[in-house]
T-cell receptor
Framework: EAGVVQSPRYKIIEKKQPVAFWCNPI?????LYWYLQNLGQGPELLIRYENEEAVDDSQLPKDRFSAERLKGVDSTLKIQPAELGDSAVYLC?????????????FGPGTRLLVL | AQSVTQLDSHVSVSEGTPVLLRCNYS??????LFWYVQHPNKGLQLLLK??????LVKGINGFEAEFKKSETSFHLTKPSAHMSDAAEYFCVVSDLKSSASKIIFGSGTRLSIRP
């Protein structure tokens, strides 16, 4: 079974430029999560989708971050414009259902460096 | 509201000796507790989880954890460390019954194994 796929794996951009990350969850998983992981810290949830609906986006900085999950499968996370402080690893995860005790399966992450 | 504290940022043990990674949590309701492991350049992987069943939970690779409500702890143990156990470990908490439930990751414990 294929795992969660993320691309790109690495991205280097200059500040004020836009950037987008893509995630393909495990087939049949209805719930998709985007996390931000700063160096030396645990992941922080940005947004959680159940199918196409964003059920928790309370931690998403909506002035510069946006996300979408068209057709309830793939998802993209966008930052526009990027700031130096956005340098981090962006993780995508998926789970079969939306209950918070479900096991989450994580992708390898996208490492973003903003110069 | 939930919170989780991993008491050690770094633990170093000799190969073949026991491992103890400590985690304390705070939860208003019935917590779900998880341990995830993150190997370098790999995605986070579930080790084990507690969801209000048996308080002693067995996971993969010989790890286990015990839910102690009176101590609000969920420490991770393994009788004998192996070199391949070197990784970052995250304790995670979520509430099963809270309408404002979040998924909270600890800051992580880096486990080093000495030959």
């Amino acid at each position: 079974e294929a795992g969660v796929v993320q691309s790109p794996r690495y991205k280097i951009i200059e500040k004020k430029q836009p950037v987008a990350f893509w995630c393909n969850p495990i087939s049949g998983h209805n719930t998709l999560y985007w996390y931000l992981q700063n160096l030396g810290q645990g992941p922080e949830l940005l947004i959680r989708y159940e199918n196409e609906e964003a059920v928790d986006d309370s931690q998403l900085p909506k002035d510069r971050f946006s996300a979408e999950r068209l057709k309830g499968v793939d998802s993209t996370l966008k930052i526009q414009p990027a700031e130096l402080g956005d340098s981090a690893v962006y993780l995508c995860a998926s789970s079969l259902g939306g209950r918070l005790q479900e096991t989450q399966y994580f992708g390898p992450g996208t490492r973003l460096l903003v110069l | 509201a939930q919170s989780v504290t991993q008491l050690d940022s770094h633990v170093s043990v000799s190969e073949g000796t026991p491992v103890l990674l400590r985690c304390n949590y705070s939860s208003s309701y019935s917590p779900s507790l998880f341990w995830y492991v993150q190997h370098p350049n790999k995605g986070l992987q579930l080790l084990l989880k507690y969801t209000s069943a048996a308080t002693l939970v067995k996971g993969i690779n010989g790890f286990e954890a015990e839910f102690k409500k009176s101590e609000t702890s969920f420490h991770l143990t393994k009788p004998s460390a192996h070199m391949s156990d070197a990784a970052e470990y995250f304790c995670v908490v979520s509430d099963l019954k809270s309408s404002a439930s979040k998924i909270i990751f600890g800051s992580g414990t880096r486990l080093s194994i000495r030959p």
